[in-house]
T-cell receptor, first 110, second 115 residues
Framework: DAKTTQPNSMESNEEEPVHLPCNHSTISGTDYIHWYRQLPSQGPEYVIHGLTSNVNNRMASLAIAEDRKSSTLILHRATLRDAAVYYCILRDVPNNDMRFGAGTRLTVKP | DAGVTQSPTHLIKTRGQQVTLRCSPKSGHDTVSWYQQALGQGPQFIFQYYEEEERQRGNFPDRFSGHQFPNYSSELNVNALLLGDSALYLC??????????????FGDGTRLSIL
């Protein structure tokens, strides 16, 4: 399985933008890039996904490098509620399972 | 609209016992996946059920088994429990018919402790 590499932890100040990086140098042409986050004491929550083009939704933006070997999840204005572990996952189209790594623990300071 | 519900929320067992965990998928979803999450780690895929059959399986021994019912709900069974089976067990559901890249919706898990 193609793997992803994320920093173990990051810090942000409240109401500032946050850029969470993910490296996936072995990505294949059929792999979608998915992001989930896990708030304390909860199950993971879908954030966003994309294939080649940048994507925006109400929660976040996903910027995908032109060679697709890296991507960045962007939270435009971090709130205290955004403190969570963020997982970057590669998901092959035929497969319906997801392989999680250790993720990035985001701390948001007031 | 209820999301994914799991029961029980917490469970304590002893080594060698057997346990059954239950999951009701989100309304309209037909595919259920199970994950094990050890403390401080990301979830690890156990298996996935669709149309009452196991469709994919992760790297877990056959002590881990499951079942899906006609109403799409699912059970995870673990036999001969080991101390290392202590973890949060997560259930996720999705709608397979719309393609495999549909987001999975997770429950809040069952915390299993083995003494």
């Amino acid at each position: 399985d193609a793997k992803t590499t994320q920093p173990n932890s990051m810090e942000s100040n409240e109401e500032e933008p946050v850029h969470l990086p993910c490296n996936h140098s072995t990505i294949s042409g059929t792999d979608y890039i998915h992001w989930y986050r896990q708030l304390p004491s909860q199950g993971p929550e879908y954030v966003i996904h994309g294939l080649t083009s940048n994507v925006n939704n109400r929660m976040a933006s996903l910027a995908i490098a032109e060679d697709r070997k890296s991507s960045t999840l962007i939270l435009h204005r971090a709130t205290l509620r955004d403190a969570a572990v963020y997982y970057c996952i590669l998901r092959d189209v035929p497969n319906n399972d997801m392989r999680f790594g250790a993720g990035t623990r985001l701390t948001v300071k007031p | 609209d209820a999301g994914v519900t799991q029961s029980p929320t917490h469970l304590i067992k002893t080594r060698g016992q057997q346990v059954t965990l239950r999951c009701s998928p989100k309304s309209g979803h037909d595919t259920v996946s199970w994950y094990q999450q050890a403390l401080g780690q990301g979830p690890q895929f156990i298996f996935q059920y669709y149309e009452e059959e196991e469709r994919q399986r992760g790297n877990f021994p056959d002590r881990f088994s499951g079942h899906q019912f006609p109403n799409y709900s699912s059970e995870l069974n673990v036999n001969a429990l080991l101390l290392g089976d202590s973890a949060l067990y997560l259930c996720a559901s999705s709608r397979r018919a719309r393609g495999s890249n549909q987001p999975q919706h997770f429950g809040d898990g069952t915390r299993l402790s083995i003494l």
